[in-house]
C-alpha cells in the first residue's frame, strides 16, 4: 500500500469512528466535537482527491462556524436529566421505523449504483481556478439560485428575530 | 542538503522563532505598558530585566497545577492544547523570505507554498475558537462559560468582516497564494496603496480575532474575573496566555505579509547584494516590520479602553461589514474601471 | 462646588467626525506615544531611596537619657493616649545598684508595642512626660509570624552604643521645654550633681 492508501484508511476510520460517537455518546458537548473530527476526516478526504479549495471551505464553514454555532448553543442549554423530554415508546418505534426505511433506500441506491473503474481526470480539477471557471459557466444558475436562497434565508431569520423582539 | 531536511530544519526554526518572539512579546507588552505609564516595568532580572520572560516561564512550570472536581478533566486539558495548537499552525504560509541558494539547490524560506494559503489562513484561524469554547465550558464556572461564548460570538462576527476584507484583496491581486501577493507587492507598490479600506478592517478584525484589547471581552477582569481561563493554572493557563501572543505575532505576520510588502522593502534590487545575503537582509526587515506592527498591537492595548459587549456587536455587524462589501464594489469598480476585469 | 474646573456636560448628537472614532484614537495613542519619553515616576528601591519626610512616623524607639539609662518611667499615659491599644507595659520598682540602668525609681519591667495594631499616629510620642518614646524614620520589617510583630523592649529600647538619633521628632518647642530645669526629668545626672533639687 502506498502513503496515500494509508491515509486513505486511517481518516475512513477517524470519519466512521467519530461519526458514530455523534450518535452514540450520551453528552450532547461530545457528539459535536466528534461530528467536528468527523469533518475534518471528510476534509482530509477531499485533500487526498485534490480538492484544496473544498477541503478549505469544508474546514471554514462547517468547522469553524456552523459547529461553532452548535456548540454555541449547546452549551447555553442546561442538559440536566429532568430536562429530557418523555421518551415514548411510540416515538421509539416511530424513529426506528424512520430510521429503518432511510438504511433500506441506501442500501439499496448504494447496491445499484455501478462504481466507475477510476478514470485519470486532470490533476488540476480540484484546484480554485478550475472550479471557479466551471461554476461560473457551466452552473451559472444553480450557482446564483443557490445563492437567493441563502439570501431568502438570511432575511427570513431576520424577519423572526425581529418579529420577536416586537412583542 | 535533502529539501526534506531543510523543510525540517525550517520548520523547528519557524517554531523556535515564534516561541521566543511570543516569550519576549510578554516582556515586552510589559514594557511597553510601563514606559506609556511613566513607569520602568520589569528590570530586575537580568541585565534590563531581559531574563524576566524566562523567570515568568519557571514559574508557570512551578506552579500547582489544578483541575477543578466538577469539570470536564478530558476537554479542560484539550482546550489549551487546541488553543496552542492553531495559534502555532498559522505560521506555515507564511513567506519568511526570499530562496536561499546552496551550491546549486535552491530552498524557499516558506514551509508550504500552498496556492489556497489565505484559506488555509482562515480556516486555522476561524479554529481557534475552540480551544478558548472548550476550555471555557470544560471548566464548569460560570464566568469561564460566559468568556467562551462571548470569545465564539465574537470571532464568528468578525470572521466574516475579516473575510470580506480578504476578499477584496484577493480580487486586487488574483491570487490566494501568500507568496504570489508578497510576490506581486516586489514588483509593484505595497497592497495598502489600493486596499486603504481593506486594511483598516483586516486590521480591527485582527484585534478581534486574537482577543487583543479593546477587544478582549473574552477575558476582560472587570467583569468575568478572568473570562474563559479563570479556572486555569499553572502550564495550561500559560498555554492560553502564550497563545495569544503567537496568534498576535503570526497576525502581524499576515498584516505585513498582505498589505506591507511582506520581506520586500523599497530599492532592494539597487543595494547590489548577492542572492543569499539579500535573502537574510530581507528576512531581517520582515520581521523589523512585525515587530512594529506588535509593537502597535501593544500600544493599542494601552491606549484604548475596552468596548462594551453590544459596541463591539455593533461595529462588528453594522459598521466593519457594510464597510467591507462597500470595499468589495468599490474594488470590483476600480478594477472594472481600469479594465482588469 | 469645590473647584472651578466643573463642565456642563451636554448630550449632544455625535458629528461625523467624532462618530468615526479613529480621530480620537489617534489623538489618544498620540498621548500615550509621547508617555514613552517622559521622565519615570519610579524610585528604584534598594539602590535608591524615597526621601522621607522630617516628620515620617515609623518604628518607635524608647529613649535613653545621655548616661544611658533608660527614660521611661512606666507612666502609663502613652498606653492611655494609644488610640489602637497597642501599648501595654508591666511596671516595677527600680533596685539597689540599678541607677545607671532606670533613670527613674519606677521603670518598665517590659513594655510592648503590638506592630499590627499600632496605626503610626504618634500620640504616645506626644502623651510621653519623659521624652521616652519617640517614633523614628525606620520601617517595620515584616515577617512571616504574627507574633513577631509584638515588639518587646529588646527591639524598642536604644542600645546604648548605637543612639537614635530623634532630631528630627524633636522640634524646637520640645527643646526649649528640656531647657526648663524645675522639672526633675529634665535634669540630666550632671545637673544633679552640680544642682541639688530643691523644691518648688
Given amino acids: 500500500m502506498s502513503l496515500t492508501q494509508y491515509i486513505f484508511w486511517f481518516l475512513s476510520f477517524l470519519a466512521l469512528m467519530s461519526s458514530l460517537m455523534v450518535v452514540f455518546t450520551k453528552n450532547a458537548v461530545y457528539s459535536v466535537l466528534s461530528l467536528i473530527i468527523t469533518f475534518f476526516a471528510i476534509a482530509g478526504h477531499y485533500l487526498l482527491l485534490n480538492a484544496q479549495f473544498l477541503a478549505a471551505v469544508h474546514i471554514i464553514v462547517y468547522a469553524g462556524a456552523i459547529m461553532v454555532l452548535f456548540l454555541y448553543v449547546i452549551m447555553m442549554l442546561n442538559q440536566n436529566k429532568d430536562a429530557e423530554p418523555n421518551k415514548h415508546p411510540y416515538l421509539m418505534i416511530i424513529s426506528v421505523i424512520a430510521g429503518g426505511l432511510l438504511m433500506l433506500t441506501l442500501v439499496g441506491t448504494i447496491k445499484g449504483a455501478e462504481l466507475p473503474g477510476s478514470t485519470i481526470v486532470d490533476a488540476q480539477v480540484g484546484t480554485i481556478e478550475k472550479l471557479g471557471q466551471v461554476l461560473f459557466t457551466d452552473f451559472l444558475l444553480p450557482f446564483e439560485v443557490s445563492s437567493i436562497l441563502f439570501l431568502a434565508a438570511m432575511v427570513g431569520a431576520v424577519y423572526l428575530s425581529k418579529n420577536k423582539l416586537q412583542s | 542538503m535533502d529539501p526534506l531536511l531543510f523543510k525540517a530544519i525550517l520548520v523547528v526554526a519557524v517554531f523556535g522563532i515564534t516561541l521566543i518572539v511570543a516569550l519576549y512579546s510578554t516582556f515586552g507588552e510589559r514594557k511597553i505598558a510601563a514606559v506609556m505609564q511613566d513607569r520602568v516595568g520589569p528590570n530586575r532580572a537580568g541585565p534590563f530585566g531581559l531574563l524576566q520572560p524566562l523567570a515568568d516561564g519557571i514559574k508557570m512550570f512551578m506552579k500547582q497545577e489544578l483541575i477543578p472536581s466538577v469539570s470536564n478533566k478530558w476537554l479542560f486539558i484539550v482546550g489549551p492544547c487546541i488553543a496552542m495548537l492553531t495559534a502555532c499552525m498559522t505560521g506555515v504560509v507564511i513567506p519568511w523570505g526570499g530562496s536561499l541558494t546552496f551550491g546549486d539547490q535552491v530552498f524557499e524560506l516558506q514551509i508550504a507554498d500552498l496556492n489556497i494559503g489565505i484559506l488555509y489562513l482562515f480556516g486555522v484561524v476561524s479554529l481557534g475558537v475552540y480551544g478558548i469554547m472548550i476550555g471555557g465550558w470544560a471548566s464548569n464556572n460560570k464566568f469561564s462559560l460566559i468568556g467562551a461564548i462571548r470569545a465564539s460570538s465574537q470571532m464568528i462576527s468578525y470572521e466574516i468582516a475579516m473575510g470580506m476584507a480578504i476578499i477584496a484583496l484577493v480580487m486586487s491581486t488574483g491570487t490566494l497564494s501568500l507568496k504570489e501577493i508578497v510576490m506581486q507587492q516586489d514588483a509593484g507598490l505595497a497592497n495598502i496603496v489600493y486596499q486603504p479600506l481593506g486594511f483598516l478592517i483586516f486590521l480591527v478584525c485582527a484585534f478581534a480575532e486574537t482577543n487583543r484589547a479593546p477587544f478582549d471581552l473574552p477575558e476582560c477582569e472587570t467583569e468575568l474575573i478572568g473570562g474563559y481561563h479563570t479556572e486555569y493554572s499553572s502550564l495550561k493557563l500559560g498555554f492560553y496566555l502564550f497563545a495569544e501572543y503567537i496568534n498576535m505575532f503570526i497576525s502581524s505576520a499576515v498584516i505585513v505579509s498582505f498589505y506591507f510588502g511582506g520581506y520586500n522593502f523599497p530599492f532592494q534590487h539597487e543595494l547590489g547584494l548577492d542572492g543569499n545575503l539579500l535573502t537574510i537582509v530581507q528576512t531581517l526587515v520582515f520581521f523589523g516590520k512585525i515587530f512594529c506592527f506588535v509593537f502597535f498591537f501593544m500600544w493599542v492595548r494601552w491606549t484604548i479602553p475596552r468596548f462594551r459587549y453590544d459596541q463591539l456587536m455593533h461595529l462588528g455587524w453594522k459598521v466593519l461589514l457594510p464597510l467591507a462589501l462597500f470595499n468589495i464594489f468599490a474594488t470590483g469598480m476600480v478594477m472594472w474601471g481600469m479594465g482588469k476585469l | ?200
Avoid at chain 3, 101 to 125: D, H, P, Q, V, W
Fill in chain 3, 1 to 200: 462646588m469645590l473647584t472651578n474646573r466643573s463642565k456642563q456636560v451636554v448630550k449632544k448628537e455625535m458629528t461625523i467626525m467624532e462618530k468615526a472614532y479613529l480621530p480620537a484614537i489617534f489623538s489618544g495613542m498620540l498621548i500615550t506615544f509621547k508617555h514613552i519619553f517622559m521622565k519615570k515616576a519610579t524610585v528604584r528601591y534598594p539602590e535608591q531611596v524615597r526621601e522621607f519626610a522630617p516628620v515620617y512616623r515609623g518604628q518607635h524607639v524608647l529613649k535613653r537619657d545621655e548616661a544611658g539609662a533608660e527614660r521611661c518611667t512606666a507612666c502609663g499615659l502613652c498606653a492611655v493616649a494609644c488610640p489602637a491599644e497597642a501599648i501595654t507595659m508591666v511596671a516595677d520598682e527600680r533596685k539597689k545598684g540599678e541607677e545607671n540602668l532606670y533613670r527613674e525609681e519606677k521603670y518598665a519591667s517590659t513594655y510592648e508595642i503590638n506592630m499590627l495594631r499600632c496605626i503610626f499616629c504618634g500620640l504616645c510620642e506626644e502623651a510621653c512626660p519623659k521624652e521616652a518614646i519617640f517614633l523614628t524614620d525606620r520601617i517595620v520589617p515584616s515577617t512571616f509570624e504574627r507574633n513577631e510583630f509584638v515588639y518587646g523592649k529588646d527591639k524598642l529600647v536604644e542600645p546604648i552604643d548605637q543612639r537614635v538619633d530623634v532630631t528630627k521628632r524633636q522640634t524646637p518647642a520640645v527643646l526649649e521645654f528640656k531647657k526648663d530645669k524645675k522639672h526633675k526629668h529634665n535634669r540630666t545626672f550632671l545637673d544633679k550633681v552640680l544642682k541639688p533639687s530643691n523644691k518648688h
